[in-house]
Structure formats: structure tokens, C-alpha cells
């Protein structure tokens, strides 16, 4: 748990670092666009010297204009996520020492269980349970394994 908080920590620093970085690279392309453009009136570079260079400009503005949008849209997205995961731990922790499913806890924690039909080709009747949490929805199955692993390890020890 805490380790994964902290790979997500930094993770959004860095989209948060990758972004600012973008941010400054595009108002130095507008100031240096600025100066070739002085420098093209003034006679300083020739007329196909300036387009080639402001074509390459325009290129960069293009593909960080759409780095910018992936950054922003990807940070909003796991904000989003962390407060969501933030909002079911404080439901979670209002039962401590929770002993049984009453209704009142299923429906504070729980949005939907949806259950498979039964599928009897082993032998054994099977059915797949697929529970929707409050805040969160369904839990990603890298996170329920994880949560599985964590838990049979604790019983052993």
C-alpha cells in the first residue's frame, strides 16, 4: 500500500514536471519565433532561412501542444482517482473492527455486486462475482491479486 502511494506520488510529479517543462519550452518557441521574425524584417536571415526555421517551430508548438493536452488530461485522471480511493478509505475506516456484512455497510461500501451465471462444464457449479465499491468502482485485478498475496502472507505469519 504505501509503497504503491509512493510510486503514484511520484509518478505524478514527474507528468507534473514533464508539463511545466513543455509549458516553458512554448513561450520560448513564441519568443524565439518572435525574433526570427524581427530578424527577417530587418534583412538579418533571408526569407527561405525564416520559413524553414518558423516551419520547424510551428512543428515543435504542434507536438507539444499535444503532449501538454496527454499530460493534463493523464494528471487530472489520477487526481481523480486518488481522491476517489482517498473518499472509500475514510468510508472504510468508520468500521474498524468489522466483523459481518450488515446491510447498512454493504450499502455505504458497496455500489453493485454483479454475479455470472453458473457454469457447470467442470463438474462443479462456478459462478464469478464481481463486486463495484463506493468511490472506486472495481478494483483493477493487479490490486485484488496484490490484496490476495498481502493477506495469505499475513495469515501465515
Known amino acids: ?10 509518478e505524478l510529479a514527474a507528468k507534473r514536471s514533464q508539463l511545466t517543462q513543455a509549458q516553458r519550452r512554448m513561450e520560448e518557441l513564441d519568443r524565439l519565433f518572435k525574433r ?4 527577417n524584417i530587418s534583412g538579418k536571415i533571408n526569407d527561405s ?10 512543428n515543435e ?6 503532449k501538454m493536452q496527454l499530460l493534463e ?6 487526481e481523480e482517482e486518488a481522491d476517489s480511493i482517498e473518499q472509500f478509505i475514510l468510508r472504510a475506516k468508520k468500521y474498524p473492527n ?6 447498512a455497510v454493504l450499502h455505504d461500501l458497496v455500489n453493485r455486486v454483479y454475479v455470472s451465471a453458473p457454469d457447470k462444464s467442470s463438474g462443479q457449479r462456478v459462478q ?3 463486486i463495484s ?10 490490486i485484488i491479486a496484490e490484496m490476495l498475496t498481502h493477506t495469505s502472507k499475513s495469515r501465515t505469519a
Open 1 to 10: 500500500g504505501a509503497k504503491r502511494k509512493e510510486d503514484f506520488k511520484k
Open 36 to 39: 526570427l521574425y524581427e530578424d
Open 49 to 58: 532561412r525564416f520559413e524553414k526555421l518558423s516551419a520547424d517551430y510551428e
Open 61 to 66: 508548438q504542434t507536438e507539444l501542444t499535444e
Open 73 to 78: 488530461q493523464e494528471i487530472a485522471q489520477q
Open 98 to 103: 468489522l466483523q459481518e456484512l450488515t446491510p
Open 128 to 130: 464469478d462475482v464481481h
Open 133 to 142: 465499491l463506493a468511490c472506486i468502482g472495481f478494483l483493477p485485478e493487479s
